[in-house]
């Protein structure tokens, strides 16, 4: 089936995104537009079309980046569940994918993008605006979850998400290097440790 043309556009944009995502992983800063265009199918004419130029694209990148802990397919056990039950759910799944044979190639192209970002004000301040966003999609999994007789709030759930993303990114570079196995009973009650008064703070 032929692609409308706005669907021909978003095709050869994600496409960029991604060939950008591959390159960046490998040359860092010193990626080069002319590589990431061929490994899109691309011309560098594209790239300007769709993204006014590589500044752009290093934009989009960025902001398409949703971090190491992606919670688009997330399950947690429902909206009933304990924040207990939500918290060891998303625990055993940063540890799949830290455990993942693709994982070293994530960890790497984190590595790039912070070379990228710390160099450029706009590129940092577009990846700051998408790590709080993971951290915003995190704590609603956790808002209105029980806990302690009570509900849990969303800045308590905020406060929650931004330990727990904190901790579960430690211990999976950690896995992902080899420095320690993968522990699945660990890396729950772990994070399950956070779940504590000075954490959450005030209901």
């Known amino acids: 089936m032929r692609l409308t043309r706005a669907e021909s556009k978003a095709a050869n944009k994600r496409a960029l995104i991604e060939a950008a995502r591959e390159i960046v992983g490998r040359d860092g800063s010193k990626a080069k537009l002319e590589d990431i265009a061929e490994l899109a199918g691309l011309t560098t004419g594209a790239v ?14 960025v902001e398409d ?8 397919a997330a399950e947690t056990g429902g909206s009933g569940a304990r924040l207990e039950e939500a918290v060891a759910e998303i625990a055993r799944r940063f540890l799949r994918m830290s455990a993942d044979p ?3 190639g994530r960890l790497l192209f984190e590595t790039r993008v912070l070379d990228l970002v710390l160099n450029d004000p706009d590129l940092r301040g577009r990846l700051n605006a998408s790590i709080r966003s993971t951290e915003v999609a995190l704590a609603e999994l956790f808002t209105g979850r029980e806990h302690d007789g009570g509900a849990v709030t969303g800045e308590q759930a905020l406060r929650l998400a ?11 570079q950690d ?3 080899g420095a320690h196995e ?7 009650r772990t ?5 504590t008064s000075r954490v959450l703070g005030p209901a």
């Open 162 to 172: 931004r330990a727990l993303k904190a901790l579960l990114s430690g211990l999976g």
């Open 102 to 104: 693709q994982a070293g």
């Open 175 to 177: 896995v992902v290097l």
């Open 48 to 61: 300007y079309s769709l993204f006014g130029g590589k500044n752009g694209l290093m934009a989009a990148m």
């Open 65 to 72: 980046y949703v971090g190491p802990l992606d919670l688009r």
């Open 191 to 195: 994070a399950q440790a956070l779940i």
């Open 182 to 188: 993968a522990d699945e009973e660990f890396f729950v």
